[in-house]
């Protein structure tokens, strides 16, 4: 069965970077899409970044862009989310999710067939 596996949460002051990984099992990673999504207290799960199967293309929340990079390692089933800049309001756990799809991603969670079960990302001020 598909499994994700994220690791590289924690706590980081602001300002600071935090590298998130997540490792793929159980499907050919190169024909999925790749997301991740976070979900802060109090509030639904929100789209963070995704990128194609083959990583030529990404997408990002208007609330990341130029913070926060997504990419891939197909050779390893590893997708990345490197984040800098961090600030206090980006504190939620972080999911990654893959859809059954090379090109088209999408910025919802129902477009997202399987999950990891997340990693706790804690940014203080």
């Known amino acids: 069965q598909v499994q994700l596996v994220e690791s590289g949460g924690g706590l980081v002051q602001a300002g600071g970077s935090l590298r998130l990984s997540c490792a793929a099992s159980?499907?050919?990673?190169?024909?999925?899409?790749m997301g991740w999504f976070r979900q802060a207290p109090g509030k639904e799960r929100e789209f963070v970044a995704g990128?194609?199967?083959?990583?030529?293309?990404?997408n990002y929340a208007d609330s990341v862009k130029g913070r926060f990079t997504i990419s891939r390692d197909n050779a390893k089933n590893t997708v990345y989310l490197q984040m800098s800049s961090l600030k206090p309001e980006d504190t939620a756990v972080y999911s990654c999710?893959?859809?059954?799809?090379?090109?088209?991603?999408?910025?919802?969670?129902?477009?997202?067939?399987?999950w990891g079960q997340g990693t706790q990302v804690t940014v203080s001020s």
């Open positions: 999710a893959a859809r059954d799809s090379i090109f088209h991603i999408v910025e919802v969670p129902s477009g997202f067939k399987n």
């Open positions: 159980g499907l050919t990673f190169r024909n999925f899409v």
């Open positions: 990128i194609t199967g083959t990583g030529g293309t990404t």
